[in-house]
């Protein structure tokens, strides 16, 4: 439905999309992830043919989107970063508006009637959209890109600046949504590409680093290997006991103190689960476990399971080029040191961090 071939783009000097290619089957959900300023927007604006190309192809629905742009873009609906929204329209208005630009063929009434339900703003048509709040106003953008009833529907950042209870609608929204669309949706978080993506592709500094799909992620996190425990204990004798305990690779103390209980950050050994060994033992010396939570997985601890995983499948295939793979491996992970250092920045200007 979607095909991206070597797709560069340059500003200036700066390369911000280096040759990119992938496609996209139809009715799948691909979630393009990656920290700010890994390219996810110029690549979207590319792909919906609002900003040109340096290099490379794209094709929407078999239509090359440079000999045909227009014809293209009526096979995808748009919400951008910021949504095109004219503040002293009201939501109807403004629908109507849309519905006028994008030339659309359907019955008005009806069509915008179905939408309007769809993404449920049918009790705030006759408002102000400068007085709608951001959850609103985004449904308003979503009810934008669905005039037409494209195949195709690229959402970048959708949830942005949504409070908790307004990202899991649009959640919901967005997964409804591919049942009968193609759709690509573009996040720094984690979680979101999870919660509603088939397949995932990370992008950083420009290029793709990882294609794959959601399940093979989520196996990769469902190996959590970091732990806080909450012990009630001699603080120096727990830390022995966790260091020395076999399973655990690394524990520390965190400044936490509850009572008698301390925190310690622990790290269990790849593929085992050392929680229920870690209770009897605690139980045996008598210190009671106040609490554990897992850790939440940064996507460097995501990335670098695939990159093992990937590399687990050659070597079961007995590739002989396996040395050069480990080249690969290796850059693969400064690749994901890079992502994790600029992920980092990234959550220190926005609290929907990578958990
Ligand atoms: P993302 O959407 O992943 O956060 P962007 O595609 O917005 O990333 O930006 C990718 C890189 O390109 C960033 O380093 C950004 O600063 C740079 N960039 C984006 N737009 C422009 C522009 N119009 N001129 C110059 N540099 C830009
Ligand atoms: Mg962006």
């Known amino acids: 439905m979607i095909k991206i071939d070597h797709l560069v783009k340059n500003y200036g000097n700066f390369c911000a999309v280096d040759d990119i290619s992938f496609s996209v089957e139809a009715g799948e959900i691909v979630g393009f992830l990656g920290p700010n300023g890994a390219g996810k927007s110029t690549t979207m604006n590319m792909l919906t043919g609002y900003l040109s190309s340096s290099a490379g192809s794209i094709s929407i629905a078999g239509i090359d989107i440079l000999e ?53 703003i049918s009790d705030v048509r006759k408002r102000l959209i400068k007085n709608l709040s951001k959850g609103y106003k985004q449904r308003v953008g979503i009810a934008q890109a669905l005039i037409g009833n494209p195949p195709v529907i690229i959402f970048d950042e959708p949830t942005i600046g949504l409070d908790p209870k307004q990202i899991i609608e649009i959640r919901n929204l967005i997964r409804n949504l591919g049942r009968d669309h193609t759709v690509i949706l573009s996040t720094h978080i984690l979680q979101e590409v999870q919660a509603v993506c088939d397949r995932i592709v990370i992008i950083n500094k420009g290029k793709i680093v990882a294609d794959e799909k959601t399940e093979n992620i989520s196996r990769a996190i469902e190996n959590n290997r970091r732990f806080n425990v909450k012990i009630s204990g001699p603080q120096r004798e727990v830390l022995a006991m966790l260091k020395s305990k076999p399973g655990i690779v690394y524990a ?83 690749i994901a040191t890079d992502i994790m250092k600029n992920t980092r920045d990234a959550q220190k200007n926005d609290t929907d961090i990578i958990k």
């Open 68 to 120: 045909n742009p227009l014809e293209a873009k009526k096979k995808i609906g748009y919400l951008p970063e910021q949504p095109p929204l004219y503040l002293d329209m009201t939501v109807d208005e403004y629908l109507n508006f849309a519905y006028e630009l994008k030339d659309c063929k359907y019955n008005r009434q009806k069509h915008l009637d179905e939408i309007c339900n769809v993404v449920k």
């Open 252 to 334: 520390e103390v965190l400044a936490e103190r509850d009572g008698d209980a301390y925190t310690y950050m622990i790290e269990s050994e790849a593929g085992i689960d050392i929680r229920k060994n870690l209770f009897y033992t605690l139980a045996e010396k008598n210190w009671p476990l106040i609490g554990m939570e897992a850790l939440g997985m940064s996507l460097e601890d995501i990335f670098i399971g695939i990159v093992d995983k990937s590399d687990e499948r050659r070597s079961l295939r007995g590739d002989k080029t396996n040395k050069s793979r480990h080249g690969k491996a290796a850059l693969e992970n400064q």
